[in-house]
Each structure stands twice: as C-alpha cells, then as structure tokens.
C-alpha cells in the first residue's frame, strides 16, 4: 500500500488546513520535538513549554479525529535531535514513498526541507499553508521598480483587494488611517481589564526540558502556563480582546506604564504565529465588530487593529521573502557592542526598561512600544550590534520566529536595513518614554536632565547617536530638523552632551 509521510512543525498548528478534512490510513502526520529547534538560539522557557505543549495537543486532537500521528517526544530514546535527521531516519526506515510539507516560514527551516527532499529517495511536494493573505513572492512583485517600499501602500493595496473597511474603492469613512488617534497616553484613572490568562500544567513538559539540559532564560509558571494551547483557547482570546479590550485598543496603543504588563493589547500573536488562528478571521472579526456597533468600537480603533494584522504582519512578512537572505546580516551603522547585561536579568535603574525586560522574563511579553521605544530605542542608542539585539528578541518574545522577529528588529527597530522598512530609525530621547508612559515617575534617573549626575541616559545617547552617524542620516527629510537643533548648540553644549553619553556607554552594565 503507497503511503505518504507529512511534517507537521511547531508552527503549523491549524487544524482547518484542508489536510485534516480526509482521514486515510494512507496518510501518516509526524511532529517533532526538535534539539535543532530549542538550540539554534536561547529560547524563553515559556516559549519552548508553550509549542511543545501546543504541539502534543494538536497531536492528540489529531488522533482523536482518526488521523495516524507519530509523535517523537523531546525525550524519546529515538529522538535523533533535529528535524532532518529524524525526517531522514523515518523515510530510510518506513514503507513511505511519498514526503510532504507545507510551506515554510523560515528561511532557515526552508532551506533544511529543501536539502532533504534533495537526498531522499520519495518524491516530495510542498503545500501551503493557507494562513497569509499573501504570497511570499508577493512583494517583490508589487514594489518592483519602486523606490519607496512603504508599509501604507501595501496595507492600502491589501485593503481594496480584500475589500477590508472599505466601501468600493474608497475607505469606509473616508480616512485610511486613524494613526494620528492611537498615541494617547494612559490617563491615570482609567480602569485596566485584568489580563486574560490561561491555567494549563505544562509541568511534566518542563521536567523533559531540564532532565534533557535544554537552555533557557525567562520564569514560568509551569502549573499555571497563561498562553493558548489550541485553537478553542485562542479563540476565547480573540473573543475577550473583542469584547473587553478593542474599544480601547488604538487609543492606548503606544501607551506605556508601571500599573500593567499587556493594557489593551490582544496577545494573540503567540496563537497567530502557531496558526491556531488565521490574521483573516481575525480582522473579519473586527470589522464586523466595528460595523455591528460602531459606538462601541469606533473606527480608530478598528482599523488601528487591522493596520496591525493586514498592514504590518503581513508586510514584515513580504520584506522577509524579498530580501533574505541577505538581510539577516545587514549592518548600515556598523554597530558592534555587546547588549549590556541587564538586558538579561532586568537589573537596571532606568525604570523604563527595568519594567519592560523583568515582564518579559517573567511573560515573554512586551508590547509593540515597549519593544520599538523602549529596549530596541537603547540598544539602538548605544550602537549595539544587531545579531546581538536579534537574539536577545528571538529568544526572549513568545511569539518571535524569524520571519516577524528579524524585520521588526534589524528592520523596524534597529534601522540596520538603511530604510527599507522604516523611512528613519525609531529612537526618541526620555521626553517621549515621559509622554507615553509613568515610568519617570520615581525612577532614579530625571528625565528633565540632559547631562550631569542621574541625567537620564537616552537624553546624551540621543544626541550621540545623531551625532555619529550624521553622515548617514542629515539627508533623510525627517530628520533634518534634528540636525537643526543639534547645529544651533555651543560647541561647549554639544561637548558636554557627547562626554556624558560616552561616559554612560563606558559604564553601560552598571546604568
Ligand atoms: P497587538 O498589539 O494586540 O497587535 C495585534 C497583532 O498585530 C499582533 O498579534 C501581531 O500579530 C500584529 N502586529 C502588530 N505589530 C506588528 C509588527 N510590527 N509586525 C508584525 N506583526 C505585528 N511580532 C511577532 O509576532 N513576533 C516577533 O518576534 C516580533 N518581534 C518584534 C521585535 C521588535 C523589536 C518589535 C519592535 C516588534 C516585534 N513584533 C513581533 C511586533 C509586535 O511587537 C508584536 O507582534 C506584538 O507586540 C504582539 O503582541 P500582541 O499580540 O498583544 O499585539
């Protein structure tokens, strides 16, 4: 009897994919529970708890369904470490003579399934996976002989092709954007909803990681694991950020404070990027959330939503197809130093990113502001170097695979791309971080301060940064301005600006 083997992998956990709509016994589904997948960077605990526990479940559900699944556990005597070598051992060994996967994410674990389909002996083909509205390829295609490679045409090209809050061709209230609407900062009487979480016991999960020694960093709570496990808890997530947190959501967007570690964000990009859910049922939800009751959820917030989703997740995908693999190692300004050390333990006395790294050891989770303006603004700042800041985001966030972690790191946040996907590099100095959050407040470093003692460091890196790199950067339009300022300054000013930041940076461990 012909039978075929299909991969199913960590990150493919949908159970709508047509594969699963026959049940054949000529059809064989193998997960597996790699040493290639927990190593090839330091991963948070939660996170390799939170696929593996997501995996064995899908498996089961699977099973129960009628579907023939081999399971190679993480401890598994048979277990031969990483996904090739045991797809290899099984297609030697079992009666198959056909091997299928689905599409790949990462350019990575892309390039292992092609050298194996190259060495066995089965025919192999390739299917997608069903989850992006895009293409890989689609990008390439769409800025092809363009200068310009922004965000907004694309997500405005996606709206009127999937007809996203649109009304014919135009949008469906006139505006496009509601970006300028979703930058306020939290009042101080606002209630917080509690943030939704899950209780599972990935106990046993976390004995096989530390009798096998696979490294980790973060804290867990292993009988008490908050993240989606499948598709019906991401799904009880979707429905309590719908009715609790979206019509808030755009306001308190970029908002940051010391009361709360996920305000009115969805934390749905773990189940998103595990495709337990799909980005379109998502913003099908959402829109019809808007349009069923839009004084519950006004159109800023909406579509500050699905700017997120159609517009940005999906764009970072496309850059991640078009220029890898050459982007991985972009570089524009150069930037060698170490991440200082805090970045792994949160000992730091700048309350700002004291807050944003403990939570995310503690639920290897930060939102997007934290990430952009707070630990991807110093690093930034400080001139790290991008394989560095690369590993600690791919590491460290529940939801980081390469496709979405490189582009919104080396891209978005460290500009290492020179301008592709951002048109200037996010860095701000404290009087941003004091605008959009409460961290000042009580920190040992003043705000207000630009040099001199507990001046607070992202006041003279700012101007270190601007200063080192000028020659890349006084041409940039947006930034002109800065120049401006910085030229306007005494020599004297200036200098005692680059001494104070150089002094910090000599002493960045200890900041
Ligand atoms: P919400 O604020 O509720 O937003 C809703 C959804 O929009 C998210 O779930 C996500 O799927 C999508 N989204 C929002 N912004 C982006 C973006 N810039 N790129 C892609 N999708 C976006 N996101 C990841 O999924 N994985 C990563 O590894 C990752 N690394 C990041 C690294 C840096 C330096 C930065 C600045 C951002 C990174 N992001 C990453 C994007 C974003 O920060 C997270 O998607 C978001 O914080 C996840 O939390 P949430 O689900 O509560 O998002």
Request: negative net charge.
């Given at each position: 009897?012909?039978?075929?083997?299909?991969?199913?992998?960590?990150?493919?956990?949908?159970?709508?994919h047509?594969?699963?709509?026959?049940?054949?016994?000529?059809?064989?589904?193998?997960?597996?529970?790699?040493?290639?997948?927990?190593?090839?960077?330091?991963?948070?605990?939660?996170?390799?708890?939170?696929?593996?526990?997501?995996?064995?479940?899908?498996?089961?559900q699977?099973?129960?369904?009628?579907?023939?699944?081999?399971?190679?556990?993480?401890?598994?005597?048979?277990?031969?470490?990483?996904?090739?070598?045991?797809?290899?051992?099984?297609?030697?060994?079992?009666?198959?003579?056909?091997?299928?996967?689905?599409?790949?994410?990462?350019?990575?674990?892309?390039?292992?399934?092609?050298?194996?389909?190259?060495?066995?002996?089965?025919?192999?083909?390739?299917?997608?996976?069903?989850?992006f509205?895009?293409?890989?390829?689609?990008?390439?295609?769409?800025?092809?002989?363009?200068?310009?490679?922004?965000?907004?045409s694309?997500?405005?090209?996606?709206?009127?092709?999937?007809?996203?809050?649109?009304?014919?061709?135009?949008?469906?209230?006139?505006?496009?954007?509601?970006?300028?609407?979703?930058?306020?900062k939290?009042?101080?009487e606002?209630?917080?909803?509690?943030?939704?979480?899950?209780?599972?016991?990935?106990?046993?999960?976390?004995?096989?990681?530390?009798?096998?020694?696979?490294?980790?960093?973060?804290?867990?709570?292993?009988?008490?694991?908050?993240?989606?496990?499948?598709?019906?808890?991401?799904l009880?997530?979707?429905?309590?950020?719908?009715?609790?947190?979206?019509?808030?959501?755009?306001?308190?967007?970029?908002?940051?404070?010391?009361?709360?570690?996920s305000?009115f964000?969805?934390?749905?990009?773990?189940?998103?990027?595990?495709?337990?859910?799909?980005?379109?049922?998502?913003?099908?939800?959402?829109?019809?959330?808007w349009?069923?009751?839009p004084?519950?959820?006004?159109?800023s917030?909406?579509?500050?939503?699905?700017?997120?989703?159609?517009?940005?997740?999906?764009?970072?995908?496309?850059?991640?197809?078009?220029?890898?693999?050459?982007?991985?190692?972009?570089?524009?300004?150069?930037?060698q130093?170490?991440?200082p050390?805090?970045y792994?333990?949160?000992?730091?006395?700048?309350?700002?990113?004291?807050?944003?790294i403990n939570?995310?050891?503690?639920?290897?989770y930060?939102?997007?502001?934290q990430?952009?303006?707070?630990?991807?603004?110093?690093?930034?700042?400080?001139?790290?170097?991008?394989?560095?800041?690369?590993?600690?985001?791919?590491?460290?966030?529940?939801?980081?695979?390469?496709?979405?972690?490189?582009?919104?790191?080396?891209?978005?946040?460290?500009?290492?791309?020179?301008?592709?996907?951002?048109?200037?590099?996010?860095?701000?100095?404290?009087?941003?971080?004091?605008?959009?959050?409460?961290?000042?407040?009580?920190?040992?470093?003043?705000?207000?301060?630009?040099?001199?003692?507990?001046?607070?460091?992202?006041?003279?890196?700012?101007?270190?940064?601007?200063?080192r790199h000028?020659?890349?950067?006084?041409?940039n339009?947006?930034?002109?301005?800065?120049?401006?300022t910085?030229?306007?300054?005494?020599?004297?000013?200036?200098?005692?600006?680059?001494?104070q930041?150089?002094?910090?940076?000599?002493?960045?461990?200890?900041?």
């Open positions: 009897m012909s039978k075929t083997l299909r991969l199913i992998l960590g990150d493919q956990l949908n159970p709508q047509p594969w699963f709509n026959e049940i054949s016994d000529k059809v064989e589904y193998v997960m597996i529970e790699a040493r290639s997948e927990t190593d090839y960077v330091v991963h948070h605990v939660q996170k390799i708890l939170g696929i593996f526990a997501a995996m064995r479940r899908f498996s089961d699977l099973r129960v369904q009628g579907h023939r699944v081999s399971y190679i556990r993480l401890g598994d005597k048979s277990n031969r470490g990483s996904i090739k070598d045991n797809l290899l051992a099984m297609l030697e060994e079992g009666a198959y003579d056909r091997f299928e996967y689905q599409l790949l994410d990462e350019w990575r674990v892309d390039e292992m399934l092609q050298s194996l389909c190259a060495e066995i002996r089965q025919e192999s083909s390739a299917y997608d996976t069903e989850h509205y895009t293409e890989r390829s689609f990008l390439a295609g769409f800025f092809s002989g363009k200068k310009q490679t922004l965000m907004e694309f997500y405005r090209a996606l709206r009127k092709a999937e007809g996203v809050l649109m009304d014919g061709e135009s949008p469906v209230t006139g505006q496009w954007n509601y970006d300028a609407s979703n930058r306020k939290l009042p101080k606002i209630s917080i909803p509690r943030p939704f979480v899950f209780h599972h016991d990935v106990s046993d999960i976390l004995q096989e990681l530390e009798s096998s020694g696979v490294k980790s960093i973060g804290k867990v709570k292993a009988k008490e694991f908050i993240w989606p496990l499948d598709r019906k808890d991401a009880a997530l979707l429905d309590h950020f719908v009715n609790e947190l979206l019509p808030l959501f755009g306001d308190y967007q970029d908002a940051m404070t010391d009361r709360d570690w305000l964000h969805s934390r749905l990009s773990f189940a998103l990027n595990l495709k337990m859910l799909s980005p379109r049922e998502i913003v099908d939800r959402v829109e019809e959330a349009r069923s009751d004084d519950r959820v006004h159109i917030q909406a579509e500050g939503f699905i700017r997120q989703i159609l517009g940005w997740r999906e764009y970072m995908r496309g850059i991640y197809w078009w220029k890898m693999p050459e982007y991985a190692k972009l570089n524009y300004f150069d930037h130093r170490e991440l050390r805090w792994w333990t949160g000992e730091t006395k700048m309350s700002c990113l004291r807050t944003a939570q995310s050891l503690e639920h290897a930060a939102h997007h502001i990430r952009l303006m707070l630990t991807g603004n110093f690093a930034l700042l400080a001139g790290c170097d991008p394989d560095e800041v690369d590993h600690w985001y791919l590491g460290i966030y529940i939801d980081a695979f390469d496709w979405v972690e490189i582009t919104n790191t080396r891209g978005m946040s460290q500009f290492a791309d020179g301008g592709i996907v951002g048109t200037k590099p996010y860095v701000s100095s404290a009087s941003y971080i004091h605008k959009m959050s409460d961290h000042c407040t009580g920190c040992h470093y003043d705000h207000k301060k630009k040099t001199g003692e507990n001046a607070c460091p992202f006041n003279p890196l700012y101007w270190h940064f601007h200063h000028r020659e890349k950067l006084e041409s339009p947006r930034i002109g301005m800065i120049y401006r910085w030229d306007k300054m005494s020599p004297d000013t200036k200098n005692v600006y680059l001494e930041a150089e002094k910090y940076l000599s002493e960045i461990d200890y900041l």
